[in-house]
């Protein structure tokens, strides 16, 4: 652990983390320090990524600490923000010249020192005049050191050592005694004169100290020192992997890995998705990357983000782990629409697309959502009553298609909606007939269909062309006949675009688009999903291509595709309607 570093508040810390459900995954904590050293064991529950808690650990406790280094200096008077470089060079010139005042101290003590030493050694020359001196004075100490200082040139400080003189002290070996410690006195000064004229000499000194202080305090580091930027980067560490997100309205979430569904023929009836509290459907599913973001909007219209890897990889049949541990939601507050948004996704130029089950749509630029904290970010003010059915990002210049539960359809270009800030409510997007309410939007691209799935597991394709384009706002014209179904969701796929579908129960299965035909708008489709008694389909999701079916095919209803007489009846009417729309 870090330097000053407390263990047992650390331990305290991971603890309250854990039960506050700030850090997910730790099933245990155990202190096995003992007289080998220190240790601290941390469990990790098997559906949790291991590296995911780790960083949550850097992240929320002192197992990783942050040394702030100040390098403010005062430079000539000037306070200045040095590199390191420049603050080692400081430091040099700062024992420099603690080296040379202590060598002047040093020196100025020795010459002081040796001065009286010499008046002391001439002293023993003449100590017979000297005694007969101070005898002859009869006024005290300062009237005998006054006359030796006028009688044989002694000075003052040399004066008050010799009268301060005992007579033991002119002994023959007492005598020795001075004269070798003035000699070494005067090697001595030389030597700090010589540092003192000399550079290189004092810088020796400097390096010859910073050496000794090494070898007295140095050890091997005991935590590592690392430049990090911003939080722990782990991605790297994680593999990047295709994964289905599923969310319940009940509000559990959890992502498996897109290999779990293998591809069935359509009409087969698919496999359980998950398990599911008494009650609780399947609300939101797509399929994206771990290293993706998750984008989550509340029924308070606000946003969260998720990195993909946080979401708990949960078993086929799992319910998965409720999302009020992943996200900071008010009391009440439930997510009620998710997008994957691509760790690539350049921020610049592009939209945040939303429409309500109302009708309404709003487009924000994606810049005002590029800072989302982990306490949300209002992402849209929603009226009351109203709820989100569709959030994506869009490039600015897309064409969308609109579609309602009653089987309605809308195509306007998205430039037809103004852009707005995060807090706004939006403008009409369709004009929706008493108890309809819009059940999806699709992106049209080039060379794809528009595949419309009913709540009974009733599908077919369309081409884009067929919806022709409106203004925003008006009534749209038919997508599928209301009286017969009720549209579940729609979806712009390829040929080469494999879909998932997941009903009320949670069964979830996976089928080759292309094995759905392409019909007219008026064209009720063929069964593309068997249903269990009392459910239907509720969630639409588009992956890549696998080529490997698993299912023997299930025998299929005939479409009830209509006569071209029929049809041009149909178009007709609705010609009629659009005009007076």
Same mark, same amino acid.
């Given at each position: 652990?870090?330097y000053?570093?407390?263990?047992?508040?650390?331990?305290?810390?991971?603890?309250?983390?854990?039960?506050?459900?700030?850090?997910?995954?730790?099933?245990?904590?155990?202190?096995?320090?003992?007289?080998?050293?220190?240790?601290?064991?941390?469990?990790?529950?098997k559906?949790?990524?291991?590296?995911?808690?780790?960083?949550?650990?850097?992240?929320?406790?002192?197992?990783?600490?942050t040394?702030g280094?100040?390098?403010?200096a005062?430079?000539?008077k000037?306070?200045?923000?040095?590199?390191?470089?420049?603050?080692?060079?400081?430091?040099?010139?700062?024992?420099?010249?603690?080296?040379?005042?202590?060598?002047?101290?040093?020196?100025?003590?020795?010459?002081?020192?040796?001065?009286?030493?010499?008046? +002391?050694k001439? !002293?023993?020359d *003449?100590?017979?005049? &000297?005694? #007969? =001196?101070?005898? $002859?004075? /009869?006024? %005290?100490?300062?009237?005998?050191?006054?006359?030796?200082?006028?009688?044989?040139?002694?000075?003052?400080?040399?004066?008050?050592?010799?009268?301060?003189?005992?007579?033991?002290?002119?002994?023959?070996?007492?005598?020795?005694?001075?004269?070798?410690?003035?000699?070494?006195?005067q090697a001595?000064?030389?030597d700090?004169?010589?540092?003192?004229?000399?550079?290189?000499?004092?810088?020796?000194?400097?390096?010859?100290?910073?050496?000794?202080?090494?070898?007295?305090?140095?050890?091997?580091?005991?935590?590592?020192?690392?430049?990090?930027?911003?939080?722990?980067?782990?991605?790297?560490?994680?593999?990047?992997?295709?994964c289905?997100?599923? +969310?319940?309205? !009940?509000?559990? *979430?959890?992502?498996? &890995?897109? #290999? =779990?569904?293998? $591809?069935? /023929?359509? %009409?087969?009836?698919?496999?359980?998705?998950m398990?599911?509290?008494?009650e609780?459907?399947?609300?939101?599913?797509?399929?994206?990357?771990?290293?993706?973001?998750?984008?989550?909007?509340?029924?308070?219209?606000?946003?969260?983000?998720?990195?993909?890897?946080?979401?708990?990889?949960?078993?086929?049949?799992?319910?998965?782990?409720?999302?009020?541990?992943?996200?900071?939601l008010?009391?009440?507050e439930?997510?009620?629409?998710?997008?994957?948004?691509?760790?690539?996704?350049?921020?610049?130029?592009?939209?945040?697309?939303?429409?309500?089950?109302?009708?309404?749509?709003?487009?924000?630029?994606?810049?005002?959502?590029?800072?989302?904290?982990?306490?949300?970010l209002?992402? *849209?003010?929603?009226n009351?009553g109203?709820?989100l059915?569709w959030?994506?990002l869009?490039?600015?210049?897309?064409m969308?298609?609109?579609?309602?539960?009653?089987?309605?359809?809308?195509?306007?270009?998205?430039?037809?909606?103004?852009?707005?800030?995060?807090?706004?409510?939006?403008?009409?997007?369709?004009?929706?007939?008493?108890?309809d309410?819009?059940?999806?939007?699709?992106?049209?691209?080039?060379?794809?269909?528009?595949?419309?799935?009913?709540?009974?597991?009733?599908?077919?394709?369309?081409?884009?062309?067929?919806?022709?384009i409106?203004a925003?706002g008006?009534?749209?014209?038919?997508?599928?006949?209301?009286?017969?179904?009720?549209v579940?969701?729609?979806?712009?796929?390829?040929?080469?675009?494999?879909?998932?579908?997941?009903?009320?129960?949670? *069964?979830?299965?996976?089928?080759?688009?292309?094995?759905?035909?392409?019909?007219?708008?008026?064209?009720?489709?063929?069964?593309?999903?068997?249903?269990?008694?009392?459910?239907?389909?509720?969630?639409?999701?588009?992956?890549d291509?696998?080529?490997?079916?698993?299912?023997?095919?299930?025998?299929?209803?005939?479409?009830?595709?209509?006569t071209?007489?029929?049809?041009?009846?149909?178009?007709?009417?609705?010609?009629?309607?659009?005009?007076?729309?």
């Amino acid at each position: 652990i870090p330097y000053m570093v407390n263990k047992a508040r650390l331990i305290e810390n991971i603890a309250d983390l854990v039960k506050e459900k700030r850090i997910e995954g730790i099933s245990d904590l155990n202190d096995e320090t003992n007289r080998k050293g220190m240790r601290i064991v941390i469990d990790v529950r098997k559906d949790a990524n291991p590296q995911v808690v780790l960083n949550q650990l850097y992240q929320y406790t002192q197992l990783q600490d942050t040394v702030g280094v100040i390098m403010l200096a005062i430079d000539h008077k000037v306070p200045k923000v040095l590199t390191l470089k420049q603050m080692i060079q400081k430091y040099v010139e700062f024992q420099d010249e603690v080296v040379r005042r202590r060598t002047q101290y040093d020196l100025k003590k020795a010459q002081e020192r040796a001065h009286i030493l010499e008046g +002391l050694k001439k !002293a023993t020359d *003449i100590v017979d005049e &000297l005694i #007969a =001196t101070i005898r $002859a004075c /009869k006024g %005290g100490m300062a009237e005998a050191k006054a006359a030796i200082m006028e009688q044989f040139g002694f000075d003052d400080p040399q004066a008050d050592a010799i009268v301060k003189l005992q007579l033991g002290r002119l002994a023959g070996l007492e005598i020795l005694k001075i004269e070798e410690e003035l000699g070494t006195l005067q090697a001595k000064i030389r030597d700090w004169e010589d540092i003192l004229a000399n550079d290189a000499r004092v810088l020796e000194i400097v390096k010859n100290e910073l050496l000794d202080m090494k070898k007295r305090f140095g050890d091997e580091r005991r935590t590592e020192i690392e430049t990090v930027n911003g939080e722990v980067d782990i991605e790297d560490l994680i593999a990047e992997e295709q994964c289905v997100y599923t +969310l319940t309205e !009940a509000g559990y *979430i959890k992502r498996q &890995l897109k #290999a =779990t569904y293998q $591809a069935q /023929k359509r %009409g087969g009836r698919g496999i359980s998705g998950m398990t599911r509290k008494e009650e609780d459907i399947v609300q939101e599913m797509f399929v994206g990357s771990t290293h993706d973001y998750v984008l989550f909007v509340t029924n308070r219209g606000r946003m969260f983000r998720l990195k993909g890897y946080t979401i708990a990889e949960g078993s086929r049949t799992s319910k998965g782990t409720n999302i009020v541990n992943l996200l900071q939601l008010a009391e009440g507050e439930k997510v009620t629409n998710m997008l994957c948004y691509p760790k690539d996704e350049d921020n610049k130029g592009g939209f945040v697309t939303m429409v309500t089950k109302q009708g309404l749509i709003k487009r924000t630029p994606l810049e005002q959502y590029a800072n989302i904290r982990k306490s949300g970010l209002i992402g *849209i003010a929603l009226n009351e009553g109203d709820a989100l059915a569709w959030t994506r990002l869009t490039t600015g210049h897309d064409m969308l298609i609109v579609a309602t539960r009653n089987g309605q359809a809308i195509r306007f270009n998205e430039e037809d909606a103004r852009p707005m800030g995060r807090s706004g409510h939006g403008v009409r997007a369709i004009k929706l007939a008493e108890g309809d309410e819009v059940v999806g939007v699709c992106i049209c691209r080039e060379g794809a269909t528009i595949l419309t799935v009913t709540e009974n597991g009733k599908g077919r394709r369309s081409e884009i062309d067929t919806y022709r384009i409106t203004a925003r706002g008006g009534k749209g014209i038919r997508n599928y006949d209301a009286s017969k179904d009720k549209v579940a969701a729609v979806k712009i796929v390829d040929d080469v675009d494999d879909i998932l579908l997941s009903s009320q129960e949670g *069964i979830i299965i996976r089928l080759h688009a292309d094995s759905i035909p392409v019909q007219s708008r008026y064209g009720s489709g063929v069964r593309v999903m068997r249903l269990g008694e009392n459910d239907k389909v509720m969630v639409l999701a588009r992956t890549d291509h696998d080529d490997e079916a698993q299912t023997e095919t299930v025998e299929v209803e005939e479409s009830d595709e209509p006569t071209a007489e029929q049809l041009a009846a149909m178009e007709a009417a609705d010609e009629a309607s659009a005009a007076e729309t």
